[in-house]
């Protein structure tokens, strides 16, 4: 009798677990709104140090929406992201904040919250990445975007990114 | 001969009349001087020191000759007494900084400890000189308050003037704010802010004088640095509007120069003009 019930639970927790799961990989999968693909070249230069990213939304009118991603730990250096610094400096930044990374192909999602979990409206708007690299060089690329609609975005490389691959999603589209 | 005589005389009145007509429309008539900090924007957690560097110099921005502390100033000496002041981003003013006279430039290191904007400026001591006509027509220039400056015989047009040069800069730490302003002598304000200025972008400030704005139009002049590596100053002229507004659009990325004066009765015993001057250093970073 009491391994009855012991297994009714399992299968009760299987059951939920299972559905859970489904649940919340559907839910995360209708969030993204944004995903852009960020290629670091592996490039031949001695000392090579890892670059400074940012990604962030602009209006039309060029005013700062949210930081979308950040990779620079060290509060330090956030200045020499000159065009992100100008709009963002004074921003919360920590969830959005990261390490710097390897050279390589990267996935960044985005939900389509700001800082504060407030959820930004549909419409467009200016996707705008900046990298720089110590020692190297700093590239600035600035893409009009429509949020809440199914496209796709490509920006040519230059000298601190390979090609950018942005796509923007219809909301609560399953895919 | 009378006729040739006659035309001679207008020549010379003609000649007259456009030097006049150039003394008035060139408004800036002494050395460049500058104050210079290593950097605009920072950010950080650990409190920052800058280094500010301050000369007088026409060359932008290699120095020429440099500014000595007005307390540690001799009297007579030939040196250029300054007082190194900052306004801090919550209007705390710190006055007398230390800075060293290194014969061609002085070098201050000064430490930023609150977040925001901080304006730095080198009051320099009222320089009295007085300008005067020669007999030939001629302008002279002596050093010294009028009745104490040595003056040839029989000059006329004699122009006491107090020279009062405010040189300033601007530098934010972790965020812009708007910065404080000393209101005294001439200022710019900066229309979005003087730590934000990028190439391909425009720029609107506003003359002021004393905390005020400027009340007529008057004349800047733009420089960008690295005057050295090109052949032409490129100097930008630019009028104001009635209210001291006026807009740059920065062409190059780069250290720049804004220069004006402006002329005002004085209301010192026995000087007749303060002839302000600002020399504000201002950095255009590229897009």
Known sequence: ??????????????????????????????????????????????????????????????????????????????????????????????????????????????????????????????????????????????????????????????TELHTIKINSYVKNNKE | MFINYRYKQYKILAAAIVSLLLMNSATVHAHARWIIASHSNLSGKIPHTINVDMSISNELFQPHYGFVMRDKAKKNSRVTPAQLQMLNPDASMETNLEFNFLTLKSVAAVELKQSGTFHLSLQQDPVYFVNYQKPDNSKGRAFGKKGQAKLPDNVSDVVGIRYLPTLDTFVSRNKMTKPVSFSIGLELLAESHPNDLFVGESARFQLQLNGKPVD???????????????????????????????????QVAGMYLIETEFD???????????????????????I
Request: charged share 30%; proline share 3%; hydrophobic share 35%.
């Open chain 1, 1 to 158: 009798m009491k391994k009855f019930i012991y297994y009714k639970f399992k299968i009760v927790f299987v059951l939920l677990s299972c559905f859970y799961s489904v649940f919340s990989s559907a839910t995360t999968q209708e969030a993204i709104k944004l995903n852009i693909e960020i290629n670091l070249p592996d490039l031949a230069v001695t000392p090579y140090h890892r670059p400074y990213v940012a990604v962030w939304l602009e209006t039309l009118q060029r005013e700062h929406v949210t930081t979308i991603s950040l990779w620079a730990d060290d509060l330090e250096w956030h200045k020499d992201l000159r065009q992100w610094w100008r709009k963002a400096g004074d921003e919360k930044i920590d969830g959005v904040t990261g390490a710097t990374r390897r050279p390589g192909k990267y996935q960044i999602k985005w939900m389509g919250f700001d800082e504060k979990q407030r959820v930004i409206e549909d419409g467009e708007y200016y996707l705008n990445i900046e990298v720089v690299r110590e020692e190297g060089g700093r590239n600035y690329f600035r893409q009009k975007i429509s949020l809440g609609q199914r496209q796709q975005y490509e920006l040519k490389s230059k």
């Open chain 2, 216 to 250: 007529k139009a008057v004349s800047i002049d733009v420089v960008e640095g690295n005057t050295r590596y090109r052949n032409e100053r490129k100097t930008q002229k630019i009028t104001t509007d009635k209210n001291g507004w006026f807009e740059i659009k920065w």
């Open chain 2, 264 to 286: 005002m009765p004085s209301k010192e015993v026995g000087i007749d003009i303060d002839k302000y001057s600002l020399f504000t250093t201002l950095e255009v970073n590229p």
